[in-house]
T-cell receptor, first 115, second 115 residues
Framework: AQKVTQAQTEISVVEKEDVTLDCVYETRDTTYYLFWYKQPPSGELVFLIR??????QNEISGRYSWNFQKSTSSFNFTITASQVVDSAVYFCALSLNNAGNMLTFGGGTRLMVKP | EAGVAQSPRYKIIEKRQSVAFWCNPI?????LYWYQQILGQGPKLLIQFQNNGVVDDSQLPKDRFSAERLKGVDSTLKIQPAKLEDSAVYLC?????????????FGSGTRLTVV
């Protein structure tokens, strides 16, 4: 069975600091997809990124970047120059390449960015 | 494009009462999911529909929870009778489906409090 672990339950940083959120996953499948979602206080889950298991190229989108390493089963998320608006709970999730396609979520990391 | 609509937004009931939640997915999305998110945890899948058929309900407490998706569009999730531990946010999500790791669009959720 698949599993996603986010060891950091809560992180607090001061605005403009860089912060990395860790995600480690477990699966025996060779084809899978990894996701990051942001959950602001309003409660809605906002899609940030999807990567497939065959694409280990790191990705950058503005202040956000993702580091995918199959060798360590990790898919870490870095926010550069954090802002107060980045304060939220961030979830890493895993989906297998089957008809079910369900998401397995980690426990989430609460990020607090202080001014 | 309209998002995933859910209602009600909040619900407070006493234990042993019944409650129902409604979800309208994005038009054209064949797959619909209900997730339960207990405070401080990541969302957990309750049930997945493909059109109007159930794909996975292995984690649905069938003695008290039921769900249906009539005509492959709207869906309702019911709890009868509710227990205190059912207090959670119930998230509905939809996707194009299939096994290509498509991302999901989540609704804002229904926050249920059982007292």
């Amino acid at each position: 069975a698949q599993k996603v672990t986010q060891a950091q339950t809560e992180i607090s940083v001061v605005e403009k600091e860089d912060v990395t959120l860790d995600c480690v996953y477990e699966t025996r499948d060779t084809t899978y997809y990894l996701f990051w979602y942001k959950q602001p206080p309003s409660g809605e889950l906002v899609f940030l990124i999807r990567r497939n298991s065959f694409d280990e190229q790191n990705e950058i989108s503005g202040r956000y970047s993702w580091n995918f390493q199959k060798s360590t089963s990790s898919f870490n998320f870095t926010i550069t120059a954090s802002q107060v608006v980045d304060s939220a709970v961030y979830f890493c999730a895993l989906s297998l390449n089957n008809a079910g396609n369900m998401l397995t979520f980690g426990g989430g990391t609460r990020l607090m960015v202080k001014p | 494009e309209a998002g995933v609509a859910q209602s009600p937004r909040y619900k407070i009931i006493e234990k042993r009462q019944s409650v129902a939640f409604w979800c309208n997915p994005i038009s054209g999305h064949a797959t619909l999911y209900w997730y339960q998110q207990i405070l401080g945890q990541g969302p957990k899948l309750l049930i997945q529909f493909q059109n109007n058929g159930v794909v996975d309900d292995s984690q649905l407490p069938k003695d008290r929870f039921s769900a249906e998706r009539l005509k492959g569009v709207d869906s309702t999730l019911k709890i009868q009778p509710a227990k205190l531990e059912d207090s959670a946010v119930y998230l509905c999500a939809s996707s194009l489906g299939g096994n290509r790791g498509y991302g999901y669009t989540f609704g804002s959720g229904t926050r249920l409090t059982v007292v």
